[in-house]
């Protein structure tokens, strides 16, 4: 027997409209809390929430905005950040790439993650993949000059797809070069969905991209690294 969706909030509900994203940018859903200009760390594709929900709680003096298709999804996210009670994250139902082209300005958010998004396995469902130029182009304009897009997936064949856009994208640095990626990231925050995959016998794949042309001494310090013991 499945479960009942729950509809109420038990607490603060930071769910907005993709309508207040596009009118007055994704910065003014933070307002009056946080103070333009503040550290901004999108997350595109939450699925569970563990992740963002455990930056946010690491990082209160930092803005969180999570975007996820399913509103199913958000909706359960909604409830676990009220339960939480953290003031420094933004829900929203919509498609990532509509939030980055139509919502956020260049050089406006210190990170970008996408975790494990949909491979979209089928040859005739390839287009359906986030990872295509136009997106990586716009992930690299919104990036501060210290910015960092990371990027996980567990398959193979989407990993080679997705090092071949970020490799042809002139506005970005792949941090592991000449390697295209890296298979162990222990500063990384792993969720339960990894650790699943992980038991399985699944390969990771972590992708590191910085804006081109900034010198690699600038610290780049990502939200999503774990504490020291």
């Known amino acids: 027997m499945s479960r009942s969706l729950k509809y109420d909030i038990p607490g603060v509900d930071w769910r907005r409209s993709m309508a207040d994203a596009y009118e007055f940018g994704i910065h003014s859903l933070f307002e009056p809390d946080y103070t333009a200009p503040f550290p901004l760390v999108v997350e595109i594709g939450f699925g569970r929430g563990e992740f963002l929900l455990e930056l946010a709680a690491k990082s209160p003096d930092v803005a969180f905005f999570g975007v996820e298709v399913s509103w199913k ?72 000059p210290a910015g960092v897009l990371k990027i996980a997936t567990d398959d193979p064949i989407y990993a080679v797809q997705i090092d071949e856009v970020l490799s042809g994208e002139p506005l970005l640095h792949n941090v592991h070069a000449p390697a295209p990626c890296i298979g ?46």
């Not at 409830?79 to 260049?106: F, M, S, T, Y």
């Not at 040859?123 to 501060?144: D, G, N, T």
């Not at 990894?194 to 990771?204: A, M, N, P, S, V």
């Open 73 to 144: 999804r958000v909706l359960k996210m909604a409830r676990k950040v009220a339960r939480a009670e953290l003031g420094n994250v933004r829900l929203v139902a919509g498609r990532g790439e509509a939030i980055l082209q139509d919502c956020l300005p260049e050089q406006s958010v210190q990170e970008i993650w996408v975790n494990f998004s949909d491979p979209w396995p089928k040859a005739a469902h390839a287009h359906r993949r986030i990872f295509q130029p136009p997106f990586i182009h716009r992930a690299a304009q919104v990036l501060e």
């Open 184 to 229: 162990e990231d222990p500063a990384r925050i792993e969720t339960s969905y990894e650790q699943d995959w992980r038991t399985e016998g699944r390969t990771i794949h972590f992708f590191d991209y910085v804006p081109q042309n900034v010198p690699q001494n600038v610290p780049r310090k990502a939200a999503g690294a774990a504490s020291e013991s």
